[in-house]
Nanobody
Framework: QVQLVESGGGLVQAGGSLRLSCAAS????????MAWFRQAPGKAREFVAV????????DYADSLKGRFTISRDHAKNTVYLQMNGLKPEDTAVYYC??????????????????WGQGTQVTVSS
């Protein structure tokens, strides 16, 4: 089993920054990819960014490129999401997810086996 614990959410003004963290424990060394998704009230969960654990390659939602950066720290088994230039429409619960299988569509939430509890990000205008 893998346990994921997010932290770093909060309230920020538009234009501000936040860094989310996702600490993994358990089988994280064998994960293929770890990702961030978000879900706003009344909306479906949407892909934000993914990092492939061993090689470090990344993908982003097209609308977020240039503002969000995903990274990982092998030694700490932690994934980060640096969010800059935050906008009110970025307000959502942000979830960390992990998948061990490699032949998956990493942008699809249903492909992921493990999820954190989520952390709220609220951006005020």
């Amino acid at each position: 089993q893998v346990q994921l614990v997010e932290s770093g959410g909060g309230l920020v003004q538009a234009g501000g920054s936040l860094r989310l963290s996702c600490a993994a424990s358990g089988r994280s060394f064998s994960m293929y990819a770890m990702a961030w998704f978000r879900q706003a009230p009344g909306k479906a969960r949407e892909f934000v960014a993914v990092i492939r654990w061993s090689i470090g390659s990344t993908d982003y939602a097209d609308s977020l490129k240039g503002r969000f950066t995903i990274s990982r720290d092998h030694a700490k088994n932690t994934v980060y999401l640096q969010m800059n230039g935050l906008k009110p429409e970025d307000t959502a619960v942000y979830y960390c997810a992990a998948v061990a299988r490699s032949r998956v569509n990493v942008r699809k939430p249903e492909q992921y086996e493990y999820w954190g509890q989520g952390t709220q990000v609220t951006v005020s205008s």
